[in-house]
């Protein structure tokens, strides 16, 4: 006897008690969600939500990546999508095992694999989701599966049932309620994200600007590929270089591309480009960087997922921008065009060009080569400029590629805590690299104490948490090598976590007194900051190659870039193909490590004039030198009437220090103090500090 249908008919939306998650058997266990149906009327998609080990479900499934909260920019405006979902966030509906009938009722519920679900009688659980899952699952499960079981565009693959039926979703296949839990899950992430069958990129539900934006990559950027063929790569890239992207005539005489650009004006196509970037959060958030890196085979979807979009056409058409020098005028023409909001202080850039990169190295196993350590501090620099809600995933969401990068069977070397807080997490990070990292480049990214949010890290851990830190400049980079020596060595060390006994080595650009030294070896181009100097004192003080209104003054006078601007635009190769080569906001994004070079470059001069008698480098004739030397800068300097991004001549005096100086704290223990800027690309020059250092890595500090 059949119930009447009064009663077996559920309630839309009835409430339902929520689901509640049973513990996983093992740290090598995840869970997968299995769609089984779809009500697009009520916005309830059913569920199983079922434990595997993970060495049990290679390629049977897809692990999403996406973004947390919105995947819009707040300063963006969002259209209305062209299929209006419906008012609810999608609830999935967790069935259990006993569910599933062998006999047909007439109000059953139909799975998509053609199973018979009793969505009555078991105990059914709810599991919300919101926000930018909620529309993930909208997207997705529209004309599910069948739509996701055709050819791939990119690459004519086929998708397996299990593959577009099984996914994971951090949100809801990890308890975020149990701290434990989500810490044993962190480091699967990399083995997770590499043995699914696909990683499936989810950039949000808004469509605006993704028509234009696939026209980039599927009809401009094959054109362009076209005529750089044909022309040669040399002779093509030169070009483009020397050509107007804005400029109709350009495309047409030059490309030989023909078609009208998308909204019908080349600058608002272009710009439309950039936007698409900018203001979608997906490109710039942290979890992202490992996601993709990691990733077999990866995918991407946004809005309803008419839109096809590759990631080899994304990552091949940045790049492209960056070889035909285009960016710099991409970025003036967005400034122009668009809303202050879109051109922040900070420069994020595409958001894909820096992974690309990774992801390449990656999956040719260069750590291999280069090492472990070395590998993983490239991924921090990565996602150091990238937007997190927590801040300890900065360094978590690296961990499944540090995991891959190290040798076989060793674990992490440092305990992943979803419970401690943000400075003892850096702190682990910074002192895993100090001793296992042979050159010590996480110094080279300390930034200047003003810029710290963290001010109770120790100095000599990066604040990770900000990207304020002194960016390598080009050709004006310094280098630095600094090592903690081991007592042994062996081919393929183990990570370590405590303090080995042996040498800190620090090479740098000063002499001290400490112990004893190694040679003296300049790592900078003192002549070329001496000639930089020339040469602006050689310009006048306004450089007439572009003109801007005066903000005072008579009538109509006009005046040019500064002089200082126009050389560091020339130096750093900061050019534009149009009459704004090298606007002042331009200008002021290279200006701080600029100065910095400069003053770190010259601040040499000014340490060869402290050498003394017993210095292992010391001679009378080379002092001498370097006196005539340091005359002659400071005469330059007092001498130009604009000093905006050249350093006083206090400054570099007072600059010199960078010396490793041993001290005591308070209760008498060693400790060791940088003196000077903490922009500590080339500290010292060769100290050899013999012990002391071990255990005591805390106290390592830089005024």
């Known amino acids: 006897m059949t119930r009447p249908r009064s009663q077996s008919n559920p309630n839309p939306r009835r409430s339902r008690p929520p689901y509640t998650y049973t513990p996983l058997s093992s740290p090598r266990h995840i869970r997968l969600i299995r769609i089984l149906t779809y009500d697009p009327v009520l916005s309830q998609a059913y569920i199983t939500l079922t434990e595997h080990p993970i060495d049990a479900i290679t390629h049977r499934f897809t692990a999403l990546s996406y973004t947390w909260g919105s995947a819009i920019e707040p300063f963006d405006i969002n259209p209305t999508p062209p299929l209006a979902p419906s008012p609810d966030n999608v609830e999935l509906i967790v069935v259990p095992q006993d569910a599933f009938k062998t006999f047909s009722r007439r109000d059953d519920l139909a799975t998509t694999e053609g199973a018979l679900l009793d969505a009555y009688t078991p105990d059914l659980r709810s599991l919300p989701v919101t926000g930018n899952l909620s529309d993930f699952f909208r997207a997705y499960l529209a004309g599910f599966p069948h739509r996701h079981l055709q050819p791939r565009p990119e690459d004519g693959r086929r998708l397996s049932f299990d593959q577009v039926a099984q996914l994971w979703a951090d949100a809801v296949c990890i308890d975020q309620g149990n701290a434990d839990e989500k810490a044993s899950q962190i480091p699967l992430m990399g083995e997770l994200y590499s043995l699914s069958g696909r990683v499936l990129g989810w950039l949000g539900l808004d469509e605006k600007r993704l028509k234009v934006f696939s026209w980039w990559h599927k009809v ?118 668009l809303s202050s909001e879109y051109t922040d202080a900070v420069t994020r850039g595409f958001g894909i060009t820096d992974i690309g990169g990774m992801q390449g190295q990656h999956q040719t196993r260069t750590f291999e080569q280069s090492g472990w350590a070395e590998h993983w501090w490239a991924t921090l620099s990565a996602v150091r400029r990238r937007e997190c809600f927590v801040q300890q995933d900065r360094v978590f969401a690296t961990v499944g590629i540090l995991q891959q990068a190290l040798p ?77 020596l081991p007592s042994t060595t062996t081919s393929t060390p183990p990570p370590r976590t405590t303090t080995p006994s042996g040498e800190l080595h620090l090479r740098g650009i000063h002499l001290d007194t400490i112990t004893s030294k190694t040679a003296y070896e300049a790592p900078m181009n003192i002549r070329l900051a001496e000639t930089v100097l020339q040469f602006l004192a050689a310009l006048p003080t306004h450089y007439a190659h572009v003109t801007f209104p005066a903000a005072e003054g008579p009538e109509g006078t006009m005046e040019g870039q500064f002089s200082e601007a126009a050389l560091v635009h020339t130096l750093t190769c900061h050019e534009y193909t149009n009459v704004n080569r090298g606007t002042p906001d331009e200008t002021g994004r290279v200006s701080v490590s600029f100065r910095e070079w400069l003053l770190v470059a010259l601040g040499q001069v000014y340490a060869g004039c402290l050498l003394r008698e017993g210095d292992e480098e010391y001679a009378p004739e080379r002092v001498a030198e370097c006196e005539e030397r340091r005359k002659e800068i400071e005469r330059v300097i007092g001498g130009l009437e604009v000093k905006v991004l050249v350093p ?19 209760d008498g223990t060693a400790t060791f103090v940088f003196r000077g800027e903490c922009y500590v690309h080339g500290v010292m020059n060769g100290e050899l500090m013999k012990g002391g250092i071990e255990g005591q890595l805390e106290q390592v500090v830089l005024v």
Not at 423 to 444: D, P, Q, R, W, Y
Not at 648 to 666: F, I, M, S, T
């Open 408 to 484: 076989k069977g060793n674990p992490l070397p440092f305990p992943v805590n979803a419970t401690i807080t943000p400075e003892e997490v850096f702190i682990n990070a910074g002192k895993t690299l100090l001793l296992n990292c042979e050159h010590l480049t996480l110094l080279s990214f300390v930034e200047h104490p003003f810029h710290r949010q963290l001010p109770n890290l120790p100095s000599w851990v990066p604040d990770l948490t900000t990207a304020k830190f002194p960016w390598p400049l080009g050709t004006f980079d310094t280098p630095f090598t600094a090592c903690i």
């Open 220 to 337: 401009v950027f094959p054109a362009i590929g076209r005529f750089v063929q044909e022309s040669g790569r040399a002779q093509g890239i030169l070009k483009l270089r020397e050509g107007n992207f804005v400029d109709a005539k350009f495309w047409t005489d030059v490309v030989g591309f023909m078609e009208e650009p998308m909204g019908g004006h080349w600058a608002t196509a272009w710009s439309d480009y950039w936007a698409f970037y900018r203001t979608r959060r997906y490109f710039h958030r942290v979890w992202i960087v490992q996601e993709v890196v990691v990733a077999g085979k990866f995918d991407i979807m946004a809005g309803m997922g008419v839109e096809e979009l590759s990631w080899g056409d994304m990552t091949g058409f940045a790049y492209f921008l960056g070889h035909a020098g285009w960016i710099d005028v991409l970025n003036s023409l967005a400034g122009e065009m």
């Open 648 to 666: 006083d001549v206090e400054d570099l005096r007072v600059h010199v220090p960078y010396v490793l100086r041993r001290g005591q704290a308070q």
